[in-house]
């Protein structure tokens, strides 16, 4: 079965600054990784998707991520946020051809300060 | 464009009292659709997920239940609610063909507190 982690649980920054967020993987054979965003009361909206190619994805909002099988990582970064970033973000895996069961990570809330 | 709708937005319900949470789809056909509860401070648990009409599958033993009656429509039900049942209910669809029906599009949710 497939697992997913993200570390840091709550990631303060300043407006304008580069963020990282952290996301690792366990799986036996080929998945799907996903970035996901939450604003308050919301639903989730796909940030971003690695399905196969380039292990370099960009997503909405100037958001990317890079795919690192070796590492078993996808992380998530910004080069320079804005307060309207703020939110929790999700990273999520997938067996590939499953398609039935994506098993997120406990999430990590972005916190902008101006 | 494909849209899912979930109501109502918030719930309130006493504890023993019945559930019944609606998911719609539009703008696509024979969806997988799923149902997934975010309790406070913690990540999403897949509760229930279906690939057709009637063919329903759960992930989790509980009180809760989910039906599809119709191809693009998604119910989660609770004969008897219980305070553990609060959380928020999230909604999703996936394409059901291949190559797509990886990637899953989540509705607005359900804010639901049992008292």
């Known amino acids: 079965a497939q697992s997913v982690t993200q570390l840091d649980s709550q990631v303060p920054v300043f407006e304008e600054a580069p963020v990282e967020l952290r996301c690792n993987y366990s799986?036996?054979?080929?998945?799907?990784l996903f970035w996901y965003v939450q604003y308050p009361n919301q639903g989730l909206q796909l940030l971003l998707k690695?399905?196969?190619?380039?292990?370099l994805v960009k997503g909405i909002n100037g958001f990317e991520a890079e795919f690192n099988k070796s590492q078993t990582s996808f992380h998530l970064r910004k080069p320079s946020v804005h307060i309207s970033d703020t939110a929790e973000y999700f990273c999520?895996?997938?067996?590939?051809?499953?398609?039935?069961?994506?098993?997120f990570g406990t999430g990590t809330r972005l916190a902008v300060r101006p | 464009s494909q849209t899912i709708h979930q109501w109502p937005a918030t719930l309130v319900q006493p504890v023993g009292s019945p559930l019944s949470l609606e998911c719609t789809v539009e703008?696509?056909?024979?969806?997988?659709l799923y149902w997934y509860r975010q309790a406070a401070g913690r990540g999403l648990q897949l509760l229930f997920y279906?690939?057709?009409?009637?063919?329903i599958s759960s992930e989790v033993p509980q009180n809760l239940s989910a039906s599809r009656p119709q191809d693009r429509q998604f119910i989660l039900s609770s004969k008897k609610l219980l305070l553990s049942d609060s959380g928020f209910y999230l909604c999703?669809?996936?394409?059901?063909?291949?190559?797509?029906?990886?990637?899953?599009?989540f509705g607005p949710g359900t804010r639901l507190t049992v008292l």
């Open positions: 999703a669809w996936s394409y059901g063909l291949a190559g797509e029906r990886d990637t899953q599009y």
């Open positions: 799986s036996s054979v080929s998945v799907y």
């Open positions: 690695y399905l196969s190619g380039s292990t």
């Open positions: 999520a895996v997938t067996l590939r051809g499953s398609g039935d069961k994506l098993t």
């Open positions: 703008g696509t056909s024979n969806p997988n």
């Open positions: 279906s690939v057709g009409i009637g063919q």
